[in-house]
């Protein structure tokens, strides 16, 4: 065998071996490839267990499978339901090592509540075969045992000045029994309050409402038993207790009964003031709540008595009433009530006493003083009587001198006049009477004794009375002195007032002055601000005053005169030292040359009075009788 035949073998057999080994190869993997996954996967175990009981609300919720599976469609294929149907919002997560799925609640489970848990057929594992069989079953949660308690509370524990008119309100921290819920309310002395509950349908809260208002300034105790319930059956730890105040009284208390009645006549002396008020009333604000007056203003004390039961004031005058008098009552604002509240506004009634019994007038007083005395013939003895009628009748007097009756005499004073020669004694009586009862008399013994009797006695009473007469003649005197001087000094006063008058003003005319008047002065005419030429002419059309100013000369020294800005004006003298003023002989303006050719002009007669008239400057007339026309 040739070297390159040699060569060419072993290569052969390294072909071959190759290929038998790639036969051998295909060969085994025929029955490999007819072994595919086939096995459908199935759930091992699901927790909680099917039908269990009393399952915390906080349990996870597990399901294992016999393989991996693909977790994609695991949320939507494991279902948790409640027993209303509802699906529960949840969320899935997957473990691909021990093949469990574990499913959680967004919100937490509910306590007593049965759920139930569905894994769909539709599972699949990662060969893509279903779940052998869907599975589903059931568990309960378990009770609460969380105990309720009371949440808020209106009003509030401790609450003051609550209204009268409010309701209890109890909220719960959770659902209660309605079955087991109830409230009691009682005053400061143990009554309970009579009232209705309602209770809300969710069972959160329960509302008492009072039959009748709460007592003004009453403290109130609200209980909420322990023996309420939850739903779950838990009742509270402890009874729930709380206090409230209710409010005080807001309302005025007010008069409701005030005797007497208002404009009573014919009232007792013995009288008592009777004030009933609307309300309980605070006694010791009562002592100077009432005031009695007289119509001077005087205030009767008065002692007072309160009826608490009655709510009635009683007053009772420390001294009786007078007769036949006005009194009024008022009763201020300054009672209280229990609760602090002022009488809502003053009451005020009036009424008058019985008049006084019928009784004789009163002698308070009489002149002389006293009542037996000696007295002179030719003298006037004065007798008066001060008297009054507690009736207020009409009094009629009499006077007697020794039981002679003096008819005119029949007012309080009489005048006793003995005669010359009526020497003796005599008994003057004055009787005064209302006419319906006794009359009050006094009398007074006088001895007549003649002037010469006793020069001391009599000189004495004609001293007495002349003294008097002294008096009052020195009285005159000295107030028409006054008077007199008071005369003399507003006459001064007049005067005065007069002449000041006169040199202020013009006496006034009441006659017209129908005499020749005197032609104007040069003074009046030129010199005076307010004479004639110094006044525009009415009939006279000014024109542009002359720029060269113009200068009139007179007897002695120049006078430099300003014509005016217009023609027409009075010139107005600037200097007229030295300067003589002559009169004008016929008339204002006209001067010697003029004389002649104003007589032989026609004569001129005045408008107004037919007289003879002179023509002045700038067309004016002057007349003797009326002036200037």
Known sequence: ?????SHRRPRTGTVVVTALLCIAMLAASVPFASAIDEIKPYVVRYSPSDGATDISISAPITVDFSENVIKDNLPSYLTLKNNKGFIIPKRTEYDNKTYRATLLPIEPLKYDTLYIVIVSQ??????????DRAVQWTFNTTHEKIPPAVATSNPDAGAQDVTINTNVTITFSEPMDLMSLSMEVRDSKGT???????????GLSMVFKPMFALGYGETYTVTVPRTVKDLAGNNMAADHV????????????RVIKLEPIESSVLIELGQTITVGFSEPMNATTLAGAVRISTPSGDVVPATPYYDQANFVLTMRPDMALQYQTLY????LTVAEDLAGNFLDREYVTTFQTVPIPQQSPVLNGWSPPDDEFNWYESQAAPFSVISEDPNGDILVYTWSVNGEVRESETFENFVFYPEPGSEGSYKIEVSVSDGLTTPAKHFWIVHVIAPEGEDGGGGGDRTIFTGRVIGLLLLVVIVSAILF?????LMDRKREIIARTRLRLRPLKLTRDVGPKAPPSYEELYLRPDGV??????AFKPIGAPKVPVTAGGVGRMATIDTGPIIGQGPKLLDAKEVEIRRAEVGPLMTKADLG???TSAVRTCPRCGGKVIEAAHGRIWCDQDGWV
Do not use: C
């Open 597 to 599: 050719r104003k007589a």
């Open 1 to 5: 065998m040739t070297p390159n035949g």
């Open 242 to 253: 709380f206090t409230f105040t209710a409010q005080l009284e807001r309302i005025r208390p």
């Open 192 to 202: 309970p309050v009579i009232g209705n509950m309602t209770k809300a349908e969710n």
């Open 328 to 331: 009024t009552v008022t009763v």
């Open 533 to 538: 030429y110094n006044r525009p002419s009415p």
């Open 122 to 131: 539709l599972i699949q594992d990662m060969a893509g075969n279903p779940l």
């Open 485 to 489: 001087y008071y005369y003399m000094y």
